[in-house]
């Protein structure tokens, strides 16, 4: 059974390298809008925080947003690994947040993390 686990999380890690490897920023922007604008944009707080320039910002950082206590705890500095592990389980990564959608397209998810990492300043 330890086995089988292990080679499942190693087919997942290649899967999601995979497609990081073929990433896209505009299909990203697109993917970001029909997935993550119902909650985010890029320059304001909505039911999320705003996303342009995320990379690099430690997690529950903008003022003026109401983060979980779990969020702002966690000790997290965005980057584009722990950006593709958030959209694919966020409560994986930091139980007790409070967002409540994942993302279970590894593709989709590296792109929406190239359109992120396109926001970053000095990208």
């Known amino acids: 059974m330890r086995a089988v686990m292990l080679a499942a ?3 997942a890690a290649l899967l999601a390298d ?5 990433a896209d920023a505009q299909r990203g922007q697109q993917a970001y809008e029909a997935r993550c604008a119902g909650c985010h944009s890029v320059d304001a707080d909505r039911i999320g925080p705003r996303h342009a320039g995320l ?3 430690p997690a529950g950082s903008v003022a003026g947003f109401d983060y979980s ?3 702002r705890r966690s000790g997290i500095t965005w980057d584009a690994a722990l950006l593709e592990r958030w959209l ?3 409560e994986a990564l ?3 947040q ?3 959608y994942r993302l279970g397209d590894a593709q989709a998810r590296a792109d929406i993390v190239a359109y992120l990492v396109s ?3 000095g990208r």
């Open 55 to 57: 990379l690099g910002r």
């Open 18 to 22: 995979t497609a990081r490897a073929g």
């Open 94 to 96: 930091v139980p007790g």
């Open 9 to 11: 999380a190693l087919v």
């Open 119 to 121: 926001l970053s300043p």
């Open 98 to 100: 409070r967002m409540g």
């Open 69 to 71: 206590d779990a969020l």
């Open 88 to 90: 694919a389980d966020p």
